[in-house]
């Protein structure tokens, strides 16, 4: 085996080839779906098709999930406990079972502290088209967004108790991790202007740490941050942005060692994103890290932010208002869409699923399949993780919040042309995409309301008919779910019209075309 791998790797056969990342999800998704559908568990442990296949397994998870409350357990203990034992991990040139990782910490991570300069008392509003909301204004915009089927209900409420008790964001007592701190959709500049504790993981990379540190240093917050030697106290930035960082995927351990020794309680964040098959890697980093930490110290809750293009169970007015808007649908809009349908041999304009699922708690739900294939079953298997690790972790009485934020303008989306072109079309089907700043400001905010508020679900001592009711409540899916169409086969038309509009002012065109 190459002695040149290092840390966190899918497993690999022969040295010469890549690992087939496939067949590691066809595994995974299989066990979950083992004994609650043992038919459709062999079915994905031998589908050859996996990359285009995938979303009708992520579905089942969701389907079988709801039919019984103690499904979503079973599912998430069995997918996590056979994701665990997937993966291996490299250290000195030698092979370890990931199972075993928390074993193989053969350094101390030093801590460094940077103070912020700022002196402002924490306040909290959404930049929003070039408007800085607050108070009314952003009691207003709030509203819009629900009455448009933005937001649901849950999401709109828990930001006006945001907006109620400033309180809140006074976060001095708090001391939060943020793992892949300076991500672009991550709460970072949020926290360092509301008093937060913040430990910091990310890559040492001066460009990360340039602006993680430069974040810090204009609020009022104090940086706790990872470095492999002991820093002078007083060392500039320039310095410092060489020194500090850890790497998540070959440092798992010492991250995790790094953390427990902390005195306090923590907030883990799981915010981390890499492209491809190191998403599903960093994904598994975290959990393990999040698993040893919350062993080791019982009071630590954590938070990630889902995904609107993955597969959900949904309340059943959700459904409802779906097919009430492909129903409503114009004269027009209905022959077009019929015609474009029957031109791409039905692969366009599919109505919205409908179907409602009994579950054994004496309710229905529905499905809101908005996975996109072009984001490939790693994003999805890696997305799965999280989810899986939030529904044991409350299960168990865990403090945690999950939410679903909007489909962002981020650079890790919209550098591909087709999910940008998608988003600048969205508008067409009452879909809305956010700006970075936008969701950031929201998603921080929904963050401390779980935090805070002692009826958010986040708390587990609030009780739920359903497991998967967690990522029901508080969803701000930008549109996604209640729209008329299956979302993929929607997709495509949405980019087209996006591309179009960008180069023609064609938009007032469609708009009228759908009254």
Not at 348 to 364: H, T, V
Request: with cysteine; proline share 5%; glycine share 4%.
């Amino acid at each position: 085996m190459s002695s040149t791998l290092d840390g966190l790797q899918f497993p690999i056969k022969n040295p010469n080839t890549k690992p087939s990342t496939s067949k590691v999800g066809r595994e995974i998704i299989a066990e979950a779906l083992s004994t609650v559908d043992s038919d459709l568990s062999a079915l994905a442990f031998k589908e050859k098709n996996w990359r285009k296949t995938y979303p009708k397994y992520f579905k089942a998870l969701v389907e079988s999930g709801i039919q019984n409350v103690d499904h979503p357990i079973e599912i998430a203990e069995l997918g996590l406990n056979k994701a665990h034992q997937s993966f291996d991990f490299y250290k000195d040139g030698k092979k370890h079972s990931f199972a075993n990782v928390m074993d193989l910490a053969s350094q101390t991570l030093h801590t460094f502290t940077f103070k912020g300069e700022s002196s402002v008392e924490p306040e909290w509003y959404v930049p929003y088209k070039g408007k800085k909301l607050q108070g009314d204004a952003l009691l207003e915009q709030i509203e819009i967004w629900e009455n448009n089927g933005i937001v649901e209900p849950s999401h709109a409420n828990a930001l006006r108790e945001a907006v109620a008790h400033p309180e809140w964001f006074d976060l001095s007592d708090r001391t939060m991790v943020l793992f892949g701190a300076a991500s672009e959709a991550g709460p970072l500049t949020w926290l360092s202007k509301w008093k937060a504790n913040i430990l910091a993981v990310d890559l040492p990379n001066e460009r990360v740490w340039d602006r993680i540190l430069n974040t810090v240093k204009s609020g009022n917050a104090t940086l706790y941050a990872p470095s492999q030697e002991n820093l002078d106290a007083n060392a500039d930035v320039e310095i410092l942005k060489s020194k500090l960082g850890a790497n998540l995927l070959t440092q798992t351990p010492e991250i995790a060692q790094w953390l427990i020794e902390n005195p306090h309680d923590l907030d883990l964040a799981a915010i981390a994103y890499l492209d491809g098959e190191k998403h599903v890697r960093v994904a598994m980093a975290m959990d393990a890290i999040m698993q040893f930490v919350s062993t080791h110290k019982a009071n630590t809750s954590l938070m990630f932010m889902c995904t609107p293009t993955d597969v959900y169970a949904i309340p059943k007015t959700i459904v409802e208002a779906s097919s009430a808007k492909f129903n409503d649908r114009s004269h027009l809009e209905k022959t077009l869409s019929k015609a474009v349908s029957s031109l791409s041999l039905k692969h366009l304009f599919k109505e919205n699923s409908s179907a409602l699922y009994q579950s054994d708690n004496g309710k229905e739900y529905g499905i809101a399949d908005c996975l996109v294939i072009e984001q490939g079953p790693n994003y999805a298997l890696a997305k799965r993780i999280q989810q899986w690790r939030a529904t044991l972790a409350r299960h168990k009485g865990q403090h945690v919040s999950i939410n679903i934020a909007p489909s962002t303008t981020t650079h890790s989306v919209t550098k591909n042309p087709l999910l940008k072109a998608a988003f600048n079309g969205a508008s067409l089907f009452d879909v809305e995409a956010f700006e970075p700043a936008t969701t950031n400001a929201i998603m921080a905010g929904l963050w401390i309301h779980d935090l805070r508020h002692p009826q958010s679900v986040a708390n587990p001592e609030v009780k739920l008919d359903h497991p998967l009711e967690l990522m029901m409540e508080g969803a701000n899916h930008g549109g996604l779910w209640r729209v008329a169409y299956l979302a993929r086969t929607a997709l495509p038309f949405a980019a087209l019209y996006g591309f179009a509009n960008d180069k023609l002012p064609i938009g007032k065109l469609f708009n009228r075309l759908k009254k």
